[in-house]
């Protein structure tokens, strides 16, 4: 009678404590494993180096490696997809930036996804101004002196971008708009060789992003005439901010982190306080203000809210300019 009386109790403590098990599997630390942090473009650009700083802080923070993982096409709309694809765990995380909000109109229906609609903000990370710059044979010395020139010579400027729907595109589109300049766009399949042939005078004007310019600035190969934040940069603190010459004007490049929708709660949470740490922390905002980039802390809400405001500033601008996608 002992022996089946202690193994009709085994029984019942068994039994009673298979209810626990699922709660126990979901009380896992965060992370449990190797966290994916895709970008939706080759290694070596700005974009990558922001993504390689913050998953090395995230790694030792967290305890898990952070692996960076280049999902270049379509834009970055190959590398979106995956993560809004991915199990809503917080191990899959997207660096996002401007080129997410404005597909969501350039592609509209062709998409797979609706980037608001299916990610989990988590926090911003950095802004990084773009420049607008000249080849130093273009007789201005300021964004007033070139609105004047371009007015003079309408549809003659050759304004370079790393190609159609780009941020650098749409910020020169934004330019044209509200300076009332005619500048004929030339699109190339990447800043690289856009840069390139500014650099040759080929073409005369572009909008790049800062960390891809700064040293040719620095060099004197090509003349800044304004950085298009609200704020000027730290790294270029003598170059002023276009909106002193058009009036309201406001375009940047910046990066922030999202999680497929449904990611719980206390991940994000968890990621935001961490991400949050690195940007007051003095190396990492050193080495992000070496690229020019502003460290951009705050909440998933403001990270949010920022791509509901770019979707619909770019919308704005695509449309008016007619731009399309080959």
């Known amino acids: 009678m002992n022996r089946l009386r202690r193994d009709f109790l085994c029984r019942v403590a068994g039994a ?21 942090l895709v970008i939706g473009f080759a290694p070596g650009g700005p974009m990558d180096i922001v993504a390689r700083l913050l998953g090395q802080w995230l790694a030792e923070r967290l305890g898990q490696p952070f692996v960076v993982e280049n ?24 660096l996002c930036g401007p080129v997410n ?22 926090a911003g990370v950095v802004r990084v101004p773009l420049v607008m710059e000249v080849h130093p044979s273009v007789p201005t010395a300021t964004a007033s002196e070139f609105v004047a020139y371009a007015k003079a010579n309408p549809g003659k400027i050759e304004m370079a971008s790393a190609g159609n729907g780009t941020p650098q595109h749409v910020a020169g589109e934004l330019f044209k708009m509200m300076a009332g300049v005619d500048l004929l766009h030339v699109p190339y399949r990447g800043s690289g ?24 600035i620095r060099a004197g190969r090509l003349r800044p005439l304004a950085v298009t934040t609200a704020a000027r940069s730290e790294a270029l603190p003598d170059v002023p901010v276009l909106a002193d010459f058009v009036s309201g ?43 020019g980039g502003m460290a951009m802390p705050g909440t998933p809400a403001e990270l949010d809210g920022l791509i509901a405001g770019e979707t619909m500033k770019w919308a704005e601008v695509i449309r008016a300019a007619n731009i399309t996608v080959e």
């Open 193 to 216: 060789p856009a840069l390139a042939d500014l650099l040759g005078g080929r073409v005369q004007v572009m909008f790049d992003a800062m960390p891809s310019s700064i040293g040719h």
């Open 101 to 122: 909000t404005i597909n969501t109109t350039l592609y509209g229906d062709r998409l797979g996804f609706d980037f608001a609609r299916d990610i989990a903000p988590v």
């Open 16 to 36: 009673a404590a298979l209810p626990l098990l699922p709660h126990a599997a979901q009380a896992q630390p965060y992370p449990s494993r190797p966290v994916r």
């Open 71 to 94: 999902r270049p096409g379509a834009g970055g709309n190959i590398g979106t997809e995956a993560v809004v694809r991915a199990p809503a765990d917080g191990h899959t995380l997207l």
């Open 249 to 291: 004007y406001e375009a940047s490049s910046w990066y922030g982190i999202v999680a497929p929708r449904g990611t719980p709660a206390a991940v994000v949470d968890r990621l935001n306080v961490e991400i949050n740490a690195g940007l007051v922390d003095p190396g990492l905002r050193a080495r992000l203000a070496e690229l």
